[in-house]
């Protein structure tokens, strides 16, 4: 894999969670993280900020919650974008519980 995959998968998703990229290329967060900097100091992604929604959130780890956004001239205008709580949506991992 290489970067241009995760910055294609990022740019399709336009927002998506640490834990999304590690189940899609079947990788550790680690290595995606490293990936992922990169992009950043580009400037063709960032980190979006944590839902507030979460805070204190007992159903996700923290890959769960980080969450990466695609940059383009929208998202520049926008301070912040919604991102959606462990709660509004099923995850294999609470199905199993």
Known sequence: MILQDVQEFIHDGHLVSLAEMERHFHMEGQALQQMILKLIRKGRVRQAPVPAKCHGCTF????A?????W???QTR????????????QP?????ER
């Open 60 to 63: 996700c780890d923290g890959h």
């Open 65 to 69: 919650l980080t969450f990466y956004e």
């Open 71 to 73: 940059v383009d001239e």
């Open 77 to 88: 205008r926008e301070s912040q974008r919604s991102i959606p709580c462990c709660q509004d």
């Open 91 to 95: 995850s294999s991992s609470q199905s």
